[in-house]
């Protein structure tokens, strides 16, 4: 009788075993099929990497750097030469591949002259994208010194009166005395460099008003924002809202690659700087893209939040953008960190599935979709080398955070 208990109870502690191991294994997998595998965002990273060495030929033999499907290589002074430098040093740190770091360092040093750059605002893109990567892994101190001499540059599109940077030059075609775009936001992060790498504070200060600004004028009170606004560079007086990208009617108009561009730039000034309004003002932009009702359910945007009409063309750039500065937000939101964080794992995984993933192999760009200028029909529903940029930011961020908001 004793034998048969014993053995009654060894089947119990059995049974029990395995259903214990088996809830484990079903919450594990429930783990893994909710979100990004780390499998799968190393299967993207590979497949990156064929793109990126599709690309290098053509960059070595020329010394220009792919821009988009519709554009192709464009030459060092292109707003977008920083990108591509920036996916190698994205790749390089995902990877940890020797070759990928020499093709990093090559690709970086072709856009240095940039530092110089003073024709627009995007300066900050050219420099922070390729540069601030090399130094933030690297440490190399050369690329400290160009970052600062960036800086120095950035500033002298500055005016006091109206407290901003002039993104574009002065148009009479259009009106504009001084334009200041949203996209603008994007370039403070240099200037907050400058000042953490030179201990001067003008740069820090010029990003802070730059900020307000913006928040002031630019926003409407929806949280929808618009592309273009005029001022009047002898008073500072704002004169008009304007447009060049997205919707043509500046009363409207909501570029969704725009509204990114506001979100991750507050939500990065709220970072650097501690200021209580940036993570208002971020989670307020927030709250009016993901309460969109022109969101597609996949969540990646159409080309404006507002467009004449719907379905229209996506713009993959502008969820990988959204998704990147999101999983920031993330972050730094203890009331609403786990919502950001879904919605961007959404994204991701919409960006990360056949329908945007290029697997082809072929041509030098990881998402499709995306879309340069609509109304202007220009680079249209095809690859943008930012959006790889934006993804694999995000992915690198995704990977990190995830388990902390698993656990939430
Ligand atoms: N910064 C230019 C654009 O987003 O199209």
């Known amino acids: 009788m004793k034998k048969h208990l014993t053995k009654l109870r060894q089947w119990v502690a059995a049974g029990l075993s ?38 290098y030929n053509t960059v070595q033999k020329t010394g220009k750097l792919p821009r988009s499907t519709a554009k192709g290589f464009q030459t060092v002074s292109d707003w977008t030469s920083g990108f591509y430098p920036g996916n190698l040093w994205f790749t390089y740190e995902f990877t940890k591949d020797k070759d990928i770091l020499k093709k990093a360092e090559y690709a970086t040093a072709l856009v240095e002259n940039n530092k110089y750059f003073s024709t627009d605002h995007d300066i900050g893109f050219m420099i922070y994208c ?28 500055y005016n006091p009166e109206v407290k901003s940077i002039m993104s574009w030059s002065p148009d009479t075609a259009r009106d504009w005395k001084f334009p200041v775009i949203i996209d603008n936001m994007m370039n403070l992060e ?24 913006t928040m002031k004028n630019q926003y409407r009170d929806d949280f929808s924002c618009s592309h273009v606004v005029d001022y009047d560079p002898a008073t500072g007086q704002m004169r008009k809202r304007d447009w060049n990208n997205g919707n043509s009617d500046p ?11 506001g979100l ?37 945007p ?3 939040y507002r467009a004449p009409k719907y379905p229209t063309l996506r713009d993959a750039s502008a969820g990988a953008l959204l998704a990147s500065g999101l999983l920031k937000l993330a972050t730094l939101s203890p009331e609403n960190g786990k919502k ?19 697997t082809s192999g072929q041509g030098d760009y990881l998402l499709k979709h ?3 200028n609509f109304l202007r029909k220009s680079e249209l529903d095809g690859g943008l080398i930012y959006a790889d940029y934006y993804f694999l930011e995000a992915l690198l961020a995704y990977q990190k955070i995830k388990k902390q908001f698993d656990k939430v």
Do not use: C
């Open 190 to 213: 240099l200037l907050l460099k400058g000042t953490e790498f030179t201990g001067d504070s003008t740069y820090y200060h010029i990003a802070i008003n730059h900020a307000n600004t």
């Open 340 to 358: 950001y964080f879904k919605s961007a794992e959404r994204m991701l995984q919409s960006l990360a599935s056949d329908a945007y993933l290029n």
């Open 264 to 300: 991750y730039g507050f939500t990065f000034m709220y970072q650097s700087t501690g200021k209580k309004e940036y993570l208002v003002q971020a989670e307020n932009v927030a709250s009016y893209i993901l309460n969109n009702p022109n969101m597609p359910k996949d969540m990646v």
């Open 130 to 157: 390729s540069y601030g990567n090399g130094y933030r892994l690297t440490k190399n101190p050369k690329y400290k010194e160009v970052i600062v001499e960036a800086s120095k540059t950035a500033i002298r599109r």
């Open 18 to 55: 395995v259903f214990i191991l088996s809830i484990t294994v079903n919450a594990s997998t429930a783990q893994t099929s909710s979100g990004l595998s780390d499998q799968k965002i190393a299967s993207i990273f590979a497949l990156e990497k064929v793109y990126l060495n599709n690309a």
């Open 251 to 261: 009363a409207t108009a909501s570029w969704s690659r725009g509204q990114s561009w």
């Open 370 to 372: 995306a879309t340069g």
């Open 302 to 304: 159409y080309w404006d």
